[in-house]
T-cell receptor
Framework: NAGVTQTPKFRVLKTGQSMTLLCAQD?????MYWYRQDPGMGLRLIHY???????AKGEVPDGYNVSRLKKQNFLLGLESAAPSQTSVYFC????????????FGPGTRLTVL | GEDVEQSLFLSVREGDSSVINCTYT??????LYWYKQEPGAGLQLLTY?????DMKQDQRLTVLLNKKDKHLSLRIADTQTGDSAIYFC?????????????FGKGTKLSVKP
C-alpha cells in the first residue's frame, strides 16, 4: 500500500496563476482533509470531505476549491494564486467516524511569487 | 471554538527525559492525539489517549491527561537524537463527528548529543 500520496512535491507559481494539487489514498478511507502548514501557525484545515461527492469548508477555505469525484482522490484547486498562499500543503485521510488516526501525505511545498 | 496551546521549543540532552505540554479548551474531547513530524515529512500518529484515562504508557512514551485542568502531556524517556522532530497535540473539533482535528502549533524538540 502506498498510503496517502500527493503530487506535485514542489511547485512555484506566479501571482494569478492557477493549479491543482492531487491527493490520492489507497486505504479505502471515507474522510479526506486538506491542511496548510505555516511557520508558527501549526496545521490549519482548509477543506474536508466525508465521502465521495461531498465537501465542506474548514478553518481557512478562502481562495481554495476542492472536489471529491472519486473516493480515493481529493483535489485542491487554487484559481488565482496569491503570495499569501505560499505554504506547505498536507492531505490526510481516515476511516469514517469521530475517532481514529489521520494518515498524512508527504506534503506539497508551494511558493507563489 | 476549540483552542490548543503548546510551547514552541524544547531542548534536551540525549538520555534525559522530555516533557511536552499541551492545553485545550473543549471539554467534550474524546480522544486526544500526539503526532510527530520529522523534517521534510508529513505527520505520523505517535500515540493517543481516551478521555476516560489518566495515563497511557507505550514503551518510552507516557501520556498524562488532566481533564480538570484540560492539560495533556507527552513524556519521552531516554530521549534520543532520533526523537528530534516537531510534536503536535491534536483534539477533535466540531464535536468530532467528522473526525476533524484542531492542532496545536507544534513543539520543536531538539536533542543535543
Amino acid at each position: 500500500n502506498a498510503g496517502v500520496t500527493q503530487t506535485p512535491k514542489f511547485r512555484v507559481l506566479k501571482t494569478g496563476q492557477s493549479m491543482t494539487l492531487l491527493c490520492a489514498q489507497d486505504m479505502n478511507h471515507e474522510y479526506m482533509y486538506w491542511y496548510r502548514q505555516d511557520p508558527g501557525m501549526g496545521l490549519r484545515l482548509i477543506h474536508y470531505s466525508v465521502g465521495e461527492g461531498t465537501t465542506a469548508k474548514g478553518e481557512v477555505p478562502d481562495g481554495y476549491n476542492v472536489s471529491r469525484l472519486k473516493k480515493q482522490n481529493f483535489l485542491l484547486g487554487l484559481e488565482s494564486a496569491a503570495p499569501s498562499q505560499t505554504s506547505v500543503y498536507f492531505c490526510a485521510s481516515k476511516v469514517a467516524g469521530s475517532a481514529g488516526e489521520q494518515f498524512f501525505g508527504p506534503g506539497t511545498r508551494l511558493t507563489v511569487l | 471554538g476549540e483552542d490548543v496551546e503548546q510551547s514552541l521549543f524544547l531542548s534536551v540532552r540525549e538520555g534525559d527525559s522530555s516533557v511536552i505540554n499541551c492545553t485545550y479548551t473543549d471539554s467534550s474531547s474524546t480522544y486526544l492525539y500526539w503526532y510527530k513530524q520529522e523534517p521534510g515529512a508529513g505527520l505520523q500518529l505517535l500515540t493517543y489517549i481516551f478521555s476516560n484515562m489518566d495515563m497511557k504508557q507505550d514503551q518510552r512514551l507516557t501520556v498524562l491527561l488532566n481533564k480538570k485542568d484540560k492539560h495533556l502531556s507527552l513524556r519521552i524517556a531516554d530521549t534520543q537524537t532520533g526523537d528530534s522532530a516537531i510534536y503536535f497535540c491534536a483534539v477533535p473539533n466540531y464535536g468530532g463527528s467528522q473526525g476533524n482535528l484542531i492542532f496545536g502549533k507544534g513543539t520543536k524538540l531538539s536533542v543535543k548529543p
